[in-house]
């Protein structure tokens, strides 16, 4: 792809010229000014298709020419240079609208990788607009519904998906971001190679790394033999790094490296591997948040989120509820033989008033028990159990800053399915003695599985910790045992 014409900002002739001997197989026209005023003059010219920043110029600020650039509305990409140790200024950068950034000193490969990512974003950014107008679509790849928030889904996953730059997909649990990681990676010249989901949430911390890169025999306890990871696995495909935001913050670096430089070792191994995949990321909450908490590094947020999408949740997209009830119903009736099943008007009204708080997993999942558990050939309103459904969880939350998403539901008795709880909490000590704390945990904790059906991940959500947090106190009661 060639990436047009690149406009060099760059006060030092020995690093333009070397830039631009760099780019110059990629690029159809390459033109360097040494100053921030020749940089405008450059920009009053003819706009380039992407403009080469260095933020220390003799003549002008960089941050300045950016905040210009942003007030004139000029869109042309922006990709920052910084010295090695700023990363906290070329951040900021990229908050007064550069597209991404480059932190000396870095590679020829680094630096068209870089430039080329800017360019597709932007062209991206464009087909977009164009496609506003374009008729609207019943459905795209698994996704189903032809709502106003699904059409601009589609289009940002349908422009999105010929390219290689990173995607990161948010959205509340159960509005399908696996889902839209598949339709990018089926609709890519990468369809016909692996595309590899890895849950940083469910993983435990000590395996996580082995999980992503591999390890070797030995490399840790229980190691017995060589083992590759997903960035092998998903060679000349897709990686999807579900729930990123609960990756250990001390293995974050790594997978920044990673990202940068396409290359990684296996845990235990000092051999340096070579991989080429696209990466999808996800989380269900804000990320944002999660950065300002101090659980997602801000670097690693702006190096995944070249092209972000927001699903949105199914009390949003109201008009898809009954097409997405009744392409449930026709899969599972015929799963099941009950080809004659339909819903009642009643029922359909009932559908189109819940609230959804678990999205269309929800609905998926009540169109599955509806199918399997009615008498007749009609699903009514009270075969829905839809009050019940509603008590088990609590309202939606506030927004948080730039994300909406739904409080997890807590945990009670309520919640369901599950056992009684008298059945699965046991009971405490007699009155008057003490019990260890790790054991009061460990009764709080396994209830809260048993309620959720056995399900870590959701119990965490409810518990509001990561689920690696909970395979880490089993080992630990397992030790104590």
């Not at 110029?57 to 942003?70: E, I, K, T």
């Not at 000029?74 to 700023?86: F, K, M, Q």
């Not at 390219?163 to 990676?185: D, M, P, Q, W």
């Not at 000092?270 to 908490?293: C, E, K, L, M, Y």
Request: aromatic share 6%; with cysteine.
């Amino acid at each position: 792809m060639s990436i047009g014409r690149v406009l060099i900002i760059e006060d030092s002739p020995s690093l333009a010229r070397t830039y631009e001997a760099q780019l110059k197989r990629d690029a159809a026209a390459i033109e360097i000014a040494e100053s921030g005023a020749a940089g405008e003059r450059a920009m009053g010219a003819g706009r380039p298709d992407c403009i080469l920043l260095d933020l220390g110029l003799p003549d002008a600020d960089g941050m300045d020419l950016l905040r210009s650039w942003r007030a004139s509305e000029i869109t042309t990409p922006v990709v920052v240079i910084t010295a090695n140790g700023s990363i906290g200024t070329a951040i900021e950068a990229m908050r007064e609208g550069a597209t991404d950034f480059l932190v000396k000193p870095f590679g020829a490969e680094r630096l068209i990788t870089t430039v080329k990512n800017a360019v597709e974003k932007s062209k991206l950014e464009k087909v977009v607009k164009a496609l506003e107008q374009s008729k609207p679509k019943a459905q795209f790849a698994e996704f189903i519904g032809s709502s106003l928030p699904m059409q601009a889904v589609y289009r940002v996953l349908e422009s999105a998906a010929p390219s290689n730059a990173g995607v990161f997909v948010t959205g509340e649990t159960g509005t399908g971001k696996e889902l839209a990681a598949r339709a990018i990676h089926t609709s890519s010249a990468r369809a016909g190679r692996a595309f590899v989901a890895v849950n940083c949430g469910a993983i435990p911390k000590d395996l996580i790394e082995s999980e992503l890169f591999g390890h070797v025999k030995g490399a840790f306890t229980g190691a017995t033999s060589d083992r590759a990871g997903a960035a092998e696995l998903a060679n000349g495909g897709t990686l999807f790094l579900d729930e990123i935001g609960e990756m250990p913050i001390d293995l974050q670096p790594k997978l920044l490296r990673f990202l940068q430089t396409g290359t990684y070792a296996r845990v235990g191994d000092s051999r340096i591997r070579q991989t080429d995949i696209r990466i999808v990321a996800a989380t269900n909450r804000d990320p944002w948040g999660a950065v300002r908490a101090g659980r997602l590094r801000e670097d690693l947020y702006f190096r995944l989120n070249v092209i972000p999408v927001e699903l949105p949740p199914l009390r949003d997209r109201a008009g898809d509820i009954l097409t997405l009830a009744d392409a449930f119903l026709a899969r599972y009736a015929d799963e099941e033989g009950r080809g004659d099943l339909k819903f009642a008007d009643d029922a359909r009204q009932a559908l189109l008033q819940h609230h959804w708080p678990g999205n269309v997993r929800e609905l998926e999942n009540l169109v599955r028990r509806c199918v399997v558990l009615a008498d007749g050939h009609e699903i009514a309103a009270c075969d829905l159990s839809l009050q019940q459904t509603r008590s088990s969880y609590a309202p939606p939350a506030a927004p948080d800053a730039g994300f909406a998403h739904s409080a997890p539901p807590p945990v009670t008795s309520a919640s369901a399915p599950g056992p009684d709880a008298s059945a699965v909490l046991a009971p405490a000590p007699a009155s008057g003695g003490i019990e260890p704390l790790w054991m009061v945990e460990k009764r709080t904790i396994e209830h809260a599985i048993a309620l959720c059906s056995d399900n870590v991940t959701e119990a965490a959500k409810q518990l509001e910790i990561a689920p690696s947090t909970i395979y880490r106190k089993r080992e630990q009661w397992a030790e104590k045992a």
